[in-house]
């Protein structure tokens, strides 16, 4: 696991949540991103465009 802490993170474009979805994928089996405190964009972009995405897990907390 990877953990991203983006609680200071005001905004990220679809670009950015491209990159990394496009990052996760390359990660090995069974390995994926924790994203914690991602922005609001973030978390929206990520539920439209790669939703179930198994690379990348969101933690409000």
């Known amino acids: 696991m990877y953990y ?4 200071d993170v005001t905004f990220v474009d679809v670009a950015g949540a491209g ?3 496009a990052a996760a994928g ?7 991103f924790v ?9 929206r ?7 179930g995405h198994a690379g990348i897990e969101v933690s409000v907390s």
């Open 26 to 32: 390359q990660l090995g089996d069974g390995r994926r």
């Open 4 to 7: 991203l802490e983006l609680s």
């Open 35 to 43: 994203v914690r405190r991602p922005p609001a964009a973030l978390r």
């Open 19 to 21: 990159a990394l979805a």
């Open 45 to 51: 972009t990520l539920d439209l465009l790669w939703p």
